[in-house]
């Protein structure tokens, strides 16, 4: 089992035994910063500990506060040795005789952190490594592409596979989250978090109660299975709230990670070490992944847009369930056949939707910027197309926005006039976050029925969910795991 080792970044003894007492239900181990602390009681943060103690005094070449020639941390490090310390973490490039001595190697950490990149020939640096006899080996790099990640991956493949002492290997930053979740599947002995959100020690980290309730990040091992959702920045997406929410109330062994990739082939190369059962996917490579898999489904295909792809033999099978995401929600409040429908946008969730709207009776008219792919897009289905600038000469029963507008970094505005929102017609917004943008705080104002992106995303899930496990999903508890993490 991967255990949780919460750091801990108070400037304080006092603060730092105030936060190991409220977290540790949820900790493992603590990790103490002393580079961080302007004072520090060794001896009382020992005597006052719930949980194991990894002492670090991080040198400033390596991401601390604490000058590398400061012989101050040598001292730090021995004396905490002397009172009982389990773990102290020294730099690789920095470990002195004296340290190693006391530390016996059974309570050795030995790292080495890369803040600009990620060196060359990381199997041979945790080699190297491994020479000096610690109890732990601690990598952390700094990807500059998904393809760095990938590298990260099969540095943990290759040490579970050969390697003589345990390693921790992260890649910081977004791009390398699932370095820090599937770090069980690699017999990680811990993985970092933060104590709570906002008090990050390092890019990337993530709060521990995230990693020990909503990813289960203890549970994961060799046999767990791993989906995962892919995007260019998906660090704030619901999608991880909904699935895991869904595999914790259906016992399975599962879990649900971000992916935020820079580059679809980098992604593609290492799907291999993700290892993944299944895949949702968003902006910006719905379509482009298309080509690259080996069946789709007929909406899929016609428009050539996918949110969901799953395993299939040696291949990949996609699918698009952004249909029924908003056909389910908008059937409830009304009867779709021969309604008017504007939708705003030409992405792929705005395919999906003129696909199936069309499909259920609607007339749609797709509107855009981009006058050309609107065009494109609504060829697809046979329905109407036009700049944005048509929308104040269309008569519409059902208003479907689906571009970012509303959505960081652009909260608070909205492409459609509040002159147009009048009672009775049926405004349905893609964004969740924020969950009331100005459109829809706009429309309820004017009267309007008002459909919120959240319903989307969990009708939508829904469907993604089924599809990748054959089960029936448990629609109330994702639903009830969405609400909750976009309040």
């Not at 995962?228 to 929410?245: F, I, M, Q």
């Not at 089960?471 to 909750?484: C, K, S």
């Amino acid at each position: 089992m991967t255990r949780i080792c919460v750091t801990l970044t108070e400037p304080d003894t006092e603060g730092a035994l105030r936060r190991m007492a409220e977290r540790a239900d949820v900790a493992d181990l603590f990790e103490v910063r002393a580079d961080l602390m302007t004072s520090v009681d060794l001896k009382a943060l020992r005597e006052g500990a719930p949980r194991p103690l990894v002492l670090t005094c991080r040198a400033a070449s390596q991401g601390g506060q604490m000058p590398d020639g400061d012989p101050a941390r040598r001292e730090t490090l021995v004396a905490g040795l002397d009172l009982g310390f389990d773990y102290v973490d020294v730099e690789a490039e920095l470990l002195s005789s004296t340290v190693k001595a006391h530390a016996a190697g059974r309570r050795l950490v030995l790292s080495h952190h890369d803040l600009t990149g990620t060196p060359g020939d990381l199997e041979g640096r945790y080699q190297r490594m491994c020479e000096a006899g610690p109890a732990v080996v601690k990598i952390s790099v700094t990807p500059r592409t998904f393809a760095d990640v990938g590298r990260v991956l099969a540095l943990c493949e290759w040490v579970r596979e050969r390697g003589t002492v345990p390693l921790i290997a992260i890649a910081m930053g977004r791009l390398g989250t699932p370095t820090r979740l599937l770090a069980g599947r690699y017999d990680a002995p811990w993985m970092y978090s933060a104590s709570v959100t906002g008090r990050e020690a390092a890019p990337g980290q993530l709060g521990v109660d995230a990693m020990a309730r909503l990813y289960r990040v203890r549970e994961v091992s060799r046999k767990t299975r791993v989906y995962g959702l892919l995007g260019t920045d998906v660090s704030r997406s619901l999608s991880p709230a909904l699935h895991n929410r869904a595999f914790a109330e259906l016992g399975m062994d599962a879990i649900f990670v971000p992916i935020s990739a820079d580059d679809l082939d980098a992604f593609w190369n290492a799907l291999p070490l993700l290892d993944l059962s299944g895949f949702s996917v968003t902006s910006p490579y719905k379509g482009d992944v298309v080509p690259r898999l080996s069946s789709v489904d007929e909406a899929a295909r016609r428009m050539a847009s996918v949110n969901t792809v799953v395993r299939n033999g040696n291949g990949w099978t996609g699918a698009s369930t952004d249909g029924a995401g908003v056909v389910e929600p908008l059937a409830e409040r009304t009867a779709i056949a021969d309604k008017r429908v504007v939708i705003l946008g030409a992405g792929g969730a705005a395919r999906a939707a003129v696909t199936a709207l069309v499909a259920e009776g609607a007339r749609v008219t797709m509107l855009a910027r981009d006058v050309t792919r609107a065009a494109e897009a609504a060829a697809l289905s046979g329905c109407e197309s036009g700049p944005l600038s048509l929308l104040p000469d269309l008569e519409w029963d059902v208003l479907i926005h689906a571009t970012p507008v509303g959505q960081a970094p652009n909260e608070g505005e909205s492409l459609v006039p509040s002159s147009l929102l009048r009672p009775g017609r049926i405004v349905f917004e893609m964004i969740y976050a924020p969950r009331e943008t100005r459109l829809l705080r706009e429309a309820r104002a004017a009267g309007c029925v008002t459909i919120e992106g959240l319903e989307m995303l969990a009708a939508q899930g829904v469907g993604q969910f089924e599809i990748w496990t054959g089960r029936e999903a448990p629609r109330e508890a994702m639903w009830t795991a969405a609400a909750e993490a976009a309040s």
